[in-house]
């Protein structure tokens, strides 16, 4: 349940398409002296260049449960590593999982919150996604993926900024922070970030939910009306979710103004008056849940001494008491929502409903 | 009187074994802790960690498999023997068959070695859950997704499939060879019966089932995953079918981690999340505390084939013989 114990080993889950820099970035990982000793799971050992038997590869298995919600698959794989690495506990410190290009993120997330066995071990400490600018747009404008992967992500790494003029990586920019706005964005060359920038975020990089700047909002259009050949249906969730099979690519060459891409929410509310805010965010997630990419949220909640963080993936949800407000700290709610398809203003009138 | 001598095994108890009378602890770090007349051994049988081990069917040795991909064979004397290899993948399932067969699995990936030492590819499609032989003849189960596969490994024969939806982990044939049980990812056993296919549900876990184990003549299983052992009665016509489970050794707060039958008695020992161990016996449910709470889930149980001494291990290393 908590997001913040240290007794759990933190993982970093890798993503980012073919040729972005994921190898780069592993083959750091595994060789620098950095005093921290990572157990890695990808997909292909491929051209990584070290030996460890920290590494391991893992053919991606998604189990799907309870009747095949999107919701609820989650990496089968990925649930054995873990467990026979908690065999050699003490021979590492942390877990460094890649995924495949084109993998959905979702089902590797959910795997930490809803697998017992994982989540008594492990806790997910960031998402990060390596992208390539010089092909980034084109891969937006190609794939749902891509922008899953970007929705996704607690810090993306613009790689290969060499390879782009000023203003073509400017474009990058605005484009990844019209998808997803609360990542913490950083440029590179070759990976050649500080290790620690990437890796150790701890609980998610919540923090930096409160010092986003939250008039972002203002500018973005978060009306969707689905029109009639709409096929979505939130409240049906027994359907078999393929996402490389799933027809909404139509119009992609212009995809930010595709009424189904992702879109964001940042809310921000006074105290909140607790079983009014769990029963609003319960039926939230099991309305909106399949749409929703990524929720993460800090709340004040009344006569409460302490901040509790909420997270969640589709639609499953966490939350926990993570520590004291501070003396002078505003006592104020702020929730995040990435997502497709959502009626936001129904989320920001419906949190502002929460209030004490 | 009840004793309790304890070890320092310092890694992850994977499983533990008697081999002979001697106490054997396969332990997480690749090294088995024997202990002998002679005192404590240590052989290092896995270099990159060791994630299985059974014993062999005539209990001559003790096979292990890791990280290094390697299949061993241990004997009694400590010493080990490379029995399959599969470079650079991690070999986290095993069994042991009839006239030294040997079956292993990692990812996809199922293999047995044949008794004449030749190798057989029996993959599925999908993630390998689970290997068990059949009490009788050169009968694989291979536990996957969505079902369990059933080989004739010594024919061409082909392959029965058993299909029931989700990923199944654990296999189990029945020691009369009716049923085969599997747990699943669900907090839920499945079961078929094999003379018609018949599909058997058993639910109820409010955790994942890791352990099961037969009692003894196959009269109930034993499995963990609730806040008590819970014992499915597999007497009668119909097994489980319409029966309530026995419940033994129920706690209000800790989930039982591992289950061992006596091999003759009808008494169970029940291993919890917090490292208690107890004896409870089916009649009565009157159960005999043997080992106190510690701070690790008790991840070995073994009891020795004339049922007086228990071994246990724990995730966190610790070791003993509980002598009865």
Redesign the interface.
């Known amino acids: 349940m908590t997001l913040t114990q240290d007794t759990k080993t933190p993982v970093t889950v890798l993503t980012g398409y073919l040729g972005a820099g994921k190898t780069t970035l592993l083959n750091r990982i595994l060789s620098e002296n950095h005093g921290v000793r990572y157990a890695v799971i990808v997909n292909e050992f491929g051209e990584i260049g070290i030996d460890n038997d920290l590494l391991v590869e893992s053919d991606e298995e998604i189990f799907e449960m309870n009747n095949g919600c999107i919701c609820c698959t989650v990496r089968g794989d990925l649930i054995r590593t873990v467990e026979n690495l908690m065999k050699r506990q003490g021979s590492f410190d942390a877990i460094v999982v890649e995924t495949t290009g084109v993998a959905d993120p979702a089902p590797v997330a959910q795997t930490f919150f809803m697998d017992d066995d994982v989540r008594d071990k492990a806790r997910l400490d960031a998402v990060v996604a390596v992208v390539d600018c010089r092909h980034v747009l084109q891969r937006l404008a190609d794939t749902r993926e891509a922008e899953d992967q970007i929705a996704f992500a607690d810090v993306i790494l613009l790689n290969k900024t060499d390879l782009v003029t000023a203003e073509e990586l400017k474009a990058v920019e605005a484009r990844i922070q019209t998808i997803n706005p609360y990542a913490r964005l950083m440029r590179s060359e070759r990976c050649d970030v500080p290790l620690d920038t990437v890796l150790n975020r701890g609980a998610f990089d919540l923090n930096r939910i409160l010092t986003l700047d939250p008039h972002f909002l203002d500018e973005h259009e978060h009306t969707h009306e689905c029109g009639p050949d709409c096929d979505h249906d939130h409240h049906h969730h027994d359907h078999d979710h393929d996402h490389h099979g799933h027809g909404h690519d139509h119009g992609r060459a212009h995809a930010h103004e595709d009424p189904h891409s992702v879109k964001s929410v940042s809310m921000t509310a006074g105290e909140l008056d607790p079983d009014v805010f769990f029963q609003w965010i319960g039926n939230v997630s099991q309305i909106q849940g399949p749409g929703i990419l990524r929720l993460k949220g800090i709340m004040a909640f009344k006569n409460d001494p302490q901040r509790y963080v909420v997270q969640g993936v589709h639609m499953i949800l966490e939350g926990d008491h993570q520590r004291d407000w501070k003396d002078g700290e505003p006592r104020q709610s702020r929730l995040v929502v990435i997502g497709r398809d959502l009626d936001f203003d129904a989320l920001t009138t419906g949190f502002k409903a929460c209030e004490a | 009187m009840v004793s309790v001598a304890p070890y320092d095994a310092g ?2 108890v ?1 499983a533990a074994a008697f081999l002979d009378t001697d106490p054997v602890f396969a332990l ?2 690749g090294t088995l802790l024997m202990l002998t007349s002679d005192g404590e051994r240590r052989v290092e049988v896995h ?5 299985a081990a059974c014993m062999t069917q005539d209990k001559s040795a003790i096979l292990t498999s890791g ?2 991909g390697r299949v061993m064979r241990t004997d009694a004397e400590g010493e080990a023997t490379l029995m399959a290899e599969l470079p ?3 070999i ?1 399932l095993l069994a042991a068959g009839p006239q030294g067969a040997i079956a292993f699995a990692s ?2 990936t199922a293999m047995v070695r044949l008794p004449n030492g030749d190798l057989r590819d029996v993959s599925p499609s ?2 390998v859950g689970g290997l068990a032989f059949a009490p009788r003849g050169l009968r694989l189960a291979v536990a996957r ?1 969505d079902g369990a596969t059933l080989h004739w490994v010594n024919t061409e024969a082909p392959a029965q499939e058993l299909s029931w ?3 199944h982990a654990a296999a189990a044939f029945s020691p009369d060879g009716k049923y085969l049980v599997t747990t699943m ?2 907090n839920a056993l499945h079961g078929w019966r094999l003379s018609d296919g018949q599909d058997m549900r058993m639910t109820g876990y409010p ?2 089932v890791k352990s099961m184990h037969w009692s003894a003549k196959g009269r109930y299983l034993a499995t963990s995953g609730a806040n008590a052992a819970i014992l499915w009665p597999f007497f009668g016509k119909t097994g489980p079918m319409g029966q309530q489970p026995l419940q033994l050794g129920a706690r209000g707060d800790q989930l039982v981690s591992q289950v061992a039958c006596h091999p003759a008695e009808e008494v169970v020992a029940i291993g919890y999340q917090d490292g208690m161990v107890l004896v409870a016996r089916f009649a009565d449910s009157q159960e005999v505390l043997l080992r106190r709470p510690g701070g690790s889930p008790v991840s070995a149980l073994c009891w020795d084939a004339g049922g007086t001494r228990l071994l246990f291990g724990t ?2 290393g610790e070791a003993g013989v509980i002598s009865l």
Not at chain 2, 47 to 51: A, E, R, T, V
């Open positions: 890694s992850y994977v997480g770090d270099g990159g960690g060791l994630l990280g290094d650079r993948k991690w986290d990812g996809r999908r993630a997704y939806k989700g990923a990812q669900e955790g994942k995730e966190a």
